[in-house]
């Protein structure tokens, strides 16, 4: 009887042993998959503030264009005076 007592708790703190390191395996998946998700959070934030950076680059070479249409435009107006 004291025989089986002792197999029945070895087997009891064997499958315990096994759970916390299962229960550690998922814990650790898990930080992964936030890690992840973190990651892709941070790569779309980039993403978004490239395409407005690019954006604004757009709309300062088109008035530096304009600018200088109208200092050519003014130059040969100054020409013609």
Known sequence: MLQ???RVNRDRSNLSQKFNIAAK???QMRRMLNEEDLDDKINRDL???LN?????????KLRIADID???SDAISHLRIL
């Open 25 to 27: 395996d998922v814990q």
């Open 52 to 60: 407005t950076l690019r954006d604004k680059n757009k709309e300062a």
């Open 69 to 71: 249409q109208r200092r």
């Open 4 to 6: 089986e007592l002792d």
């Open 47 to 49: 993403q978004m503030d």
